[in-house]
Structure formats: C-alpha cells, structure tokens
C-alpha cells in the first residue's frame, strides 16, 4: 500500500492493482450500490466488481493506454480515476476522463477535485491538450465537472440505463476542457 497522508494522490501500476484488488473492488461496489451511474446496473456484486478492475482496467494500465490514480486518506482508499490515453491514431491529442470514484463515505472532501487536478497534469505531461467525459446529465458530478472548467458539448437523451431502474433511461451530458 502506498505510503498515504491526510489525502495522497497515487499513480498505480498494474500490480499496484493486483495487491489492493479488493479496495478497488469495495470502492466500486459500494459507489454502484449507492447509485453511481457509471455503467454498471444492480444488482452488482464484489464478483462483478472485481471482474471490471482485473480484466478492463489492468490490462489498459499494463500497456500504458491508460493511466490509474488513487486518493488515499488515513492510508485507506477513498477514491479513484482514470485517464484514457489509448485513442484512435488522430487523436494524440486528447485523452478522456472515466470512472471517478469517490466512496460514498468519503465525499464533500475535496477528493474528486484534487483527483481530477491530478489526471489534468498527467495529461499535460503526456501531451495532452483536450481531455472530454460524459457524465449523466443533471447528476452531482455535473456541477462538479463545470465549476473546474469543463465545457458541455450537449446532451443525449436516454443514453443509459439507471443503474438503480431498468425501465428508466437517463441523458448524458458530454464536456471537455482545453489545457
């Protein structure tokens, strides 16, 4: 486990995540369960949660396409994000924000912003000049996203499926922001 301070910021290799599996796993789980809409219906699982970290995620951080950045307060995992570099061939210039995390126990901290400042300058670092998301619409993380900057592109309606509401679909708001 990463050394943590009050909220340390950790970039993560692939066996970063081999060893703290379970963390990751519980964040995810319990994000889902309370809501989150960020791909995953209920009922989800630990199973399922597991699934999504070893065999979506590790592969991309292995082969660099992606990078994986972990808040930590009092040493325990309180949030996560990741910054998608593997994109088409004529889009070197971009990257694009998924799954920020914040455990439900943990938020109205500061921790999503410090996160995404951050995978920001990760993204400047590695040349990125155009970093988008989707978040959905008129959810918390909204506001969040465009009081750090991030421009709504627009919205489509009935983009997913309420993660809690198979019968309900929601819109989905698309930003971006220019580093």
């Not at 597991?50 to 995620?57: C, G, L, P, S």
């Not at 061939?89 to 921790?111: C, D, F, S, W």
């Not at 309900?168 to 698309?174: A, E, Q």
Request: aromatic share 6%; proline share 6%.
């Amino acid at each position: 486990m990463p050394e943590a301070t009050a909220q340390a910021i950790v970039r993560l290799t692939a066996a970063d995540l081999d060893t703290q599996l379970e963390a990751f796993a519980e964040l995810l789980e319990a994000c889902v369960v309370d809501g989150a809409s960020i791909g995953f219906v209920l009922p989800f699982g630990r199973e399922e949660s597991r699934a999504f970290w070893r065999d979506a995620v590790r592969p991309a951080v292995a082969a660099g396409d992606r990078v994986l950045l972990a808040a930590y307060v009092e040493g325990r995992l309180a949030g996560t994000v990741q910054l998608v570099l593997g994109l088409p061939p004529n889009q070197p210039h971009r990257a694009e924000v998924t799954k920020l995390l914040v455990h439900p126990r943990m938020r109205r901290r500061g921790i999503a912003r410090i996160l995404m400042a951050a995978l920001e300058r990760e993204a400047a670092e590695r040349g990125r000049r155009l970093i988008t998301l989707d978040t959905r619409s008129d959810d918390a993380a909204e506001p969040l996203y465009a009081s750090l900057g991030y421009a709504a592109a627009g919205r489509l309606p009935g983009w997913s499926v309420d993660p809690g509401d198979a019968a309900k679909f929601d819109s989905t708001t698309f930003m971006y922001k220019t580093l």
